[in-house]
C-alpha cells in the first residue's frame, strides 16, 4: 500500500477526524497529508511535538515551490511536522485561495504519494484527508495514484444515496465505466460508513446492496464510530484514556480489516514507530 486518499461527497461527516483516527492506529510508518484544496484544520487545532503551534507555511504551502522543480517522495519529509504524540503531519493549506500556487501540480503530489512507501531511506504510507469532493476538486487528481479511495458518509437516506451516486461516478472516472461487484480495479474504492456501532451490521449490508445494485464497483470496507466524545478526545479538547474510544476502537477494527484484504499486496512493513504510541492531538472531523 502506498496512498489512500478519504474524501466526502457532501456535508461534514468527519473526514480530518477518520483520517487522522487512522494514521493514528495504522500499524506502519504513516504519514498524514491534509490535501483539501479548501484548507486544512490541524494547524489550528493540534499541537506541535515541541508544544507550540505548528507551523502554517511548513506543508502543502511550502511543498508547491519544491514540485514545480520536481519532486522526490523523500523530498515529503522537508515539509513535515510532527504533532505532539508522534504523528507526521503534511500540513494543509490555510485557505482555499491558496490552492492556486497548486495548479497543475497535483499528479506530482499523487505520484510522490504513492512512490513514499519504495523509499530506500523513509519509507512510509501516506493518507491523505481530502476533504469534500465534486467533479472539479483538483484532490481528485490524486486519485488515480491512490491504491484506496475511501468516501467517508453518515447513515441518513440522503448521505447514503450521495455516496452511492459519488461511488458511481469516481468509478465510470477511473475505471472507464460501471463494475459489478467482482470487477474491482485500482484504486479500489471503498466506503466507510460513520455509524452509531449498535446499528453498523445492518447499515453495512443495506448499503453493500446499495453499492451493488448501482454497479458501483464498490463496497463498504467498514465503519468508523460515531463519537462526539472520541472525537474530541483526539483533537485534545478532552480528557481520557483515547485508546479505549469507540472512535480508537472501532478505527483499529478498519485498519485491521484493510491489512487483512490487501496485506499481501503491500511492501514490507516500514522502520518507524506504530502509531498509537503516544496519541496525537488533532483536528475534529469537518
Not at 448499503?207 to 472525537?231: C, E, S
Request: aromatic residues 4%.
Amino acid at each position: 500500500m502506498a496512498l489512500i486518499a478519504l474524501a466526502a461527497d457532501k456535508g461534514s461527516p468527519g473526514v480530518t477526524t477518520a483520517a487522522v483516527a487512522l494514521a493514528a492506529v495504522w500499524p506502519r510508518r504513516v504519514l498524514l497529508a491534509e490535501t483539501d484544496p479548501a484548507g486544512g484544520d490541524l494547524v489550528y487545532r493540534s499541537a506541535a511535538a515541541h508544544g507550540g503551534p505548528l507551523n502554517p507555511n511548513t506543508g502543502m504551502l511550502s511543498i508547491a515551490a519544491t514540485a514545480r522543480r520536481g519532486l522526490v517522495p523523500d523530498q515529503l519529509w522537508d515539509h513535515v511536522q510532527p504533532l505532539s504524540g508522534g504523528l507526521e503531519v503534511l500540513v494543509g493549506l490555510g485557505m482555499s485561495e491558496q490552492a492556486a500556487g497548486l495548479a497543475g501540480l497535483w499528479p506530482t503530489l499523487g505520484r510522490a504519494f504513492a512512490q513514499l512507501a519504495d523509499s530506500p531511506d523513509a519509507p512510509a504510507d501516506v493518507i491523505a484527508d481530502c476533504g469534500r469532493i465534486s467533479g472539479d476538486t483538483p484532490a481528485a487528481e490524486l486519485f488515480p495514484h491512490a491504491a484506496l479511495v475511501l468516501l467517508l458518509a453518515r447513515t441518513e437516506p440522503e448521505s447514503i444515496a450521495r455516496v452511492r451516486d459519488r461511488a458511481a461516478a469516481l468509478s465510470a472516472k477511473l475505471h472507464g465505466g460501471p463494475r459489478g461487484a467482482g470487477g474491482l480495479a485500482t484504486p479500489f474504492i471503498g466506503v466507510v460508513l460513520v455509524a452509531d456501532p449498535g446499528d453498523s451490521a445492518k447499515l453495512v449490508h443495506q448499503v453493500n446492496d446499495m453499492l451493488v445494485a448501482a454497479q458501483t464497483g464498490a463496497r463498504v470496507v467498514g465503519t468508523i464510530a460515531d463519537d462526539p466524545a472520541g472525537a474530541a478526545q483526539l483533537a485534545g479538547r478532552r480528557r481520557g484514556r483515547l485508546d479505549k474510544s469507540l472512535l480508537i476502537r472501532s478505527a483499529r477494527k478498519v485498519t485491521a480489516d484493510l491489512y487483512q484484504q490487501y496485506g499481501a499486496a503491500w511492501s514490507a512493513p516500514a522502520d518507524g514507530p506504530r502509531a498509537g504510541q503516544g496519541q496525537p492531538a488533532a483536528g475534529a472531523g469537518r
